[in-house]
């Protein structure tokens, strides 16, 4: 008997990780992939050897407690370490108390979809938006509402409107740091007229910064949270985009009734996070020259942003418009009207090249002349050479040439 439930039978797969599936069939037929699709950060950049010495001093200077059952908000010292780094987002009035250390924020988001979604309750969202986040959401039984973006990040005028129609909505979803996928980050005035429109009809915000120090000029913007004088914020961070995914560590920041009850989520899901990663965190943040080793990281992005840029500016078709990123890991491009990214991807794929369909990321289903390239794992060289060849191949699949 297989099992089944209402819950579970409407799950479908992540459509993200369906990508992932097929590139890993063909890796296990012996064929490479050039992908352009993953969210994920570039693995020579992931410190193995400071990792290596770390974990040799935990074991060392800790011993077993460093693998013991722990605390379910989180391991003190690395709260209390965020409690500093998150000045660098001008959120300054908070205690360890306010943080949650989650296994990754995705972990945080699902708390916060199950904890405030009911079945039939709205969640508001950038359009388009991370599909991870929109799986999860729709996963608990949300409808996901999306708003429209400009350069200034989410339309907050557009947003009024939907919170007027859906009162209920249980809270407004927002990456305001490079935006996944359009790299865009929310203008200050937007910022808090968010908050003020949270506290107005009665909701809350959930900020989620995985990307806000992936910044090519170096800007770190304030936080929605370091606006929010309502207690309407609950924020998200996470370690995957700038030190590993595989760490599985992130934190949400709330009022500290607000964290308890998360607390109380999580005594009765994983527990708590893995012990020993939130040592490896503390210790890499704190001696390993994390701010070299973010230098470091964000000057080979750029690079291989700018090299992207010049490639699709040069072989993607005529009209094709291009959102030119601050900062993340991703490229949004809308091709002309009418191409159907959805369509066009099998017919790439077996050139063994992969994007993600823009329409993945519009709970509208919009989208579909739209995707997004990631710039972050491949080498300038490799794109150099693969975005033409995906540039010819959207030509030849039914666009003119040459882009704007
Ligand atoms: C906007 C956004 N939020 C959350 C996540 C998941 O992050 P984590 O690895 O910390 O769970 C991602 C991953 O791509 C993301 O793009």
């Known amino acids: 008997m297989v099992i089944h439930s209402e819950f579970l039978d409407a799950l479908t797969p992540s459509s993200l990780r369906s990508i992932t599936a097929k590139i890993r069939d063909k890796a296990k037929r012996g064929e490479t992939v050039v992908s352009f699709a993953g969210g994920l950060p570039s693995p020579e950049f992931f410190p193995v050897d400071d990792l290596r010495r770390i974990n040799e001093q935990i074991l060392l200077e800790e011993g077993g407690e460093a693998i013991q059952y722990a605390a379910s908000d989180g391991y003190d010292p690395l709260r209390m370490y965020l409690v500093e780094f998150m000045k660098r987002y001008q959120v300054t009035d908070i205690s360890y108390k306010n943080i949650l250390i989650t296994s990754g924020a995705q972990q945080g988001l699902a708390y916060l979809a199950k904890g405030l979604v009911t079945p039939g309750s709205v969640v508001i969202t950038e359009n388009p938006s991370y599909p991870g986040a929109l799986d999860t959401f729709r996963g608990y039984g949300a409808e996901v509402v999306g708003v429209k973006m400009d350069e200034d990040g989410m339309d907050m005028d557009e947003l009024e409107r939907a919170l007027e129609t859906h009162r209920n909505a249980a809270f407004i979803y927002t990456i305001a740091d490079f935006q996944n996928p359009m790299g865009i980050s929310m203008s200050v005035p937007r910022r808090k007229r968010l908050v003020e429109l949270a506290e107005k009809y009665d909701t809350f915000v959930v900020e989620d910064g995985p990307y806000s120090l992936i910044s090519f000029d170096g800007r770190v913007m304030p936080a929605i949270k370091s606006f929010d004088t309502y207690g309407r914020v609950i924020y998200s961070g996470s370690t995957s985009k700038t030190i590993a995914p595989g760490l599985r560590i992130g934190w949400l920041i709330a009022d500290e009734e607000s964290i308890q009850k998360l607390v109380y989520l999580k005594m009765r899901d994983d527990l708590q996070v893995n012990n020993m990663a939130q040592r490896q965190v503390l210790r890499y943040f704190r001696d390993c020259g994390f701010d070299e080793h973010l230098r470091q990281v964000t000057d080979v992005y750029r690079s291989r942003r700018d090299t992207m840029l010049r490639a699709v500016r040069e072989s993607f078709p005529q009209g ?59 080498s300038e060289e490799k794109i150099a050479r693969y975005i033409p060849i995906l540039g010819e191949m959207i030509c030849s699949f039914g666009g003119q040439k040459s882009a704007s």
């Open 320 to 378: 094709t418009r291009l959102v030119v990123p601050g900062g993340g890991l991703f490229l949004w491009a809308e091709l002309p009207e009418g191409m159907d990214t959805l369509e066009m991807f099998d017919y790439v794929f077996q050139k063994n090249i992969a994007y993600v369909p823009g329409a993945f990321f519009c709970p509208d289903g919009s989208g579909r002349n739209a995707m997004r390239l990631n710039f972050s794992t491949s």
